[in-house]
């Protein structure tokens, strides 16, 4: 490859064209993501420690500590006590590293993992690198898993029992404090992925808490920073139970400061973790609150007005995930694509799909909802 170099202006001139090709959270039409955009103070905090690598970590002791207290604050979040854990690049490596400690741990040959049908995509490349073979379980009306169908799944080969806090496609909770006592009965490594979940669930009024480090079967979660909590992309993270876990997932490393590497990815960068940082600390508890709330009441209201206008919903709301259907939800989506509405169409439950994140403010919804009121008519 040959180039030359140009000046700065140039480059930041071509770099901010290039930029407007993106789509942009602050329009209100981008509806089909988890992510959103990344919080000031997040923005702000990530800047500050672009230097560090927490994939050495003796060099970066700061960021070392920001992980930590995150990792800290996550885990009293989600009732645990002397978790150990990672900000590490999404929800697939906080799912992979929950897998191959189970895995490892089991030393099986022929090792299975029970998923329900409505696990992330993830878990299909997870079980792929880990050779494990995905056992599917079928899920009940209301679109959680099925925990007689899990029980079914078990055999001397289960390494783990995987359940969702909030499935990516419908917002649905597994009943996680079933899977809790199969895998107890069967002693299985149960994980939690509360990639999406995990950020909104603790601050809900009505949904009961126990889909987590509160019942002792619960052996990790995931739970995404980069997705409800408004922190800079890359920022999944990982949590375990017990420190000893670490052993079933380290990585000798010949020449960096720290004997171990415990994440798949080994040059990370500490802004993550000091973004994921800042907003903690600048919300508090309260501040995330007050935002999942907004969320929830625009759910509620989207829900409300779209079956007033004749649209049936795939399943009542729990968390701000809305999915829905017309006489011709693929001919309606492809219709609303084209308004510039960006949704999700998911064949296999024939809806659209809404994720109501905070960009998403009132003023779009009811934007959006004249759109799909008019087009469904025509
Ligand atoms: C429940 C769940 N798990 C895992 C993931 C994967 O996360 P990532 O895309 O950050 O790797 C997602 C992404 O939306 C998710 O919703």
Redesign the pocket.
Known sequence: MQFEGSSRKTVLNELKKTCLQDKRYDDGKILCS?CTKPHPIAQKAYMMFLNSNLGDPGLFPGSVNLEKEVIDQLSSLLHGEGCKGFIV?????A?LLALLAARNMARIAKAEVILSESA?F?FTKICSLLNLKPVYATLDSDFKVDASSVEKCVSQNTVAIIG?A???ELGVIDPIKRLAQIATEHKVYLHV?A??GGLVIPFLHKVPNDFDFSLPAVKSM?V?P??MGMAVIPA?GIIFRDSKTLDYIKTETPYLTDRYQYTFVGTRTGASAASVWAVFRYLGVDGFRRIVNTCMSNTQFLAVKLKEAGFKLVVEPTLNIVAFRSKDTRVLAEKLLQKGWFISYIPRYDCIRIVLMPHFKRRHIHLFLKDAIETQKL
């Open positions: 988890m690049s999404g929800g697939t490596e799912n992330h993830s969702t909030g499935t990516a992925d990639a999406f995931t995404d980069h997705k999944g």
